[in-house]
């Protein structure tokens, strides 16, 4: 039975959480247009304060006063609700990542650094992540307009198809801690980052992840050249935000959740005898990934549609799978392992052999013959 002094500490840490993730929103938007502008030679924002550090704040100011509009012929409850629920499921998936270790007797107890530690930690965020889909696809189809709906239509064809990839991904990861738990994770990669183990499963993850949160080059649910802007195209005000403010936050989530699987979460050197640096170097990890991701955006074309839907199944999930049937195979016997990835290896020549020989036969057949 939790004490009063356990359920205030959850809501601390829940409020803590909460602010960070909200901030985070807001100068990610800085970060953005900075990192943009300097690869591009400009100069981004720089009137608002000190090399433009509060234009978010005057951004803020600007929203709350803008008109709100809704569409005549929007359901409009679902229409009011779909924000909330894009926003609600990036505020909650961080609930079970671990900031740092347990720093023993803070004021006579231990405390973890991290909300929650659930043993199977990695399904609630499987779970989770998996909701934000309804606010995107409810948003394009409650706004009436055959330009949202498209992207609405778009965003659930590109989430359910790199889910599969992203949580096939997090399997191998999973098996090597032998646990579902994101502390147990962390603590398995002490010696060695799982990335180094499990190169191909984060190029998956971190591409996958891309394409959750639409991201460029994954970004059709949006596509402006066809779409005007996709699924909030009739969204103004604070719903107009509240989108972006999903988008931006599940950015900060997805990650930290790559961090924590991947980069060995808060380890670092010193983290044993100062446990606070894990914060410090948790946050340096994901900050990191977080520019990455802007370098992307502002250096990769979008892809075409039938590209990307290709990817996610032709490319990405085949891979994911034989990932996990390599390294059941590695935990079980090495030898095994070769004998996985030799027959891996001639059915990928089979099937490259096959697709090459169909191309050749159909590039001289004239258009009309193909169709």
């Known amino acids: 039975m939790p004490t009063w002094i356990d359920l205030l500490e959850w809501v601390i840490k829940a409020v803590i959480n909460t602010f960070v993730l909200l901030t985070g929103f807001a100068y990610m938007t800085y970060a953005e247009r900075k990192v943009s502008a300097l690869l591009q030679t400009r100069h981004g924002p720089n009137r608002a304060g000190p090399f433009g550090f509060f234009q978010p704040v005057a951004d803020g100011i600007k ?3 803008k008109e709100e509009l809704i569409p005549g012929g929007a359901d409009k409850l679902i229409f009011l609700i779909a924000p909330i629920i894009t926003v609600v499921p990036a505020l909650v998936i961080l609930a079970v990542v671990p900031w740092g ?6 004021f006579g107890r231990d405390l973890q650094l991290g909300i929650a530690d659930l043993n199977v930690g990695m399904l609630y965020i499987l779970s989770v992540a998996s909701i934000a889909v309804y606010g995107v696809v409810l948003g394009g189809w409650s706004s009436n307009n055959k330009y949202a709906m498209l992207g609405g239509i778009r965003s659930t064809a590109q989430m359910v198809s790199y889910e599969l990839a992203l ?20 603590v398995a990669q002490k010696s060695v980052w799982y990335i180094f183990y499990q190169p191909v499963a984060a190029l998956i993850f971190y591409v996958a992840a891309l394409a959750e949160v639409n991201r460029a080059p994954f970004d059709m649910p949006e596509a402006e050249q066809e779409l005007t802007a996709g699924y909030h195209t009739e969204y103004s005000g604070m719903k107009f935000t509240l989108f972006f403010m ?9 990650s930290a959740i790559f961090v924590t699987l991947f980069l060995g979460g808060w380890q670092g050197p010193f983290v044993e005898q100062i446990p606070w640096l894990g914060i410090l170097y948790f946050w340096l990890k994901v900050a990191a990934s977080l520019i990455f991701m802007i370098w992307t955006r502002s250096t990769h074309p979008r892809l075409r549609y039938d590209r990307l839907m ?5 490319v990405m999930l085949p ?7 390599v390294t059941a195979a590695a935990l079980i016997d090495l030898t095994l392992m070769g004998w996985v990835i030799g027959v891996l290896v001639v059915i990928g020549v089979v099937i490259g052999a096959v ?3 169909r191309r050749r036969a159909t590039a001289g057949q004239p258009r009309r013959a193909r169709a």
Do not use: R
């Not at 270790?101 to 803070?106: A, D």
């Not at 949580?167 to 962390?186: E, F, H, N, Q, Y």
């Open 167 to 186: 949580g096939l991904s997090t399997i191998g990861p999973l098996m090597l801690a032998s646990s579902m738990s994101m502390s147990d994770i962390v």
């Open 101 to 106: 270790p347990t720093v023993h007797n803070f």
């Open 310 to 314: 290709a990817l996610g199944w032709k």
């Open 63 to 65: 929203i709350l006063f």
């Open 355 to 357: 697709t090459l020989a």
């Open 319 to 325: 891979l994911a799978l034989a990932n996990v049937m």
């Open 246 to 254: 999903g988008e931006y936050i599940k950015m900060i989530g997805v």
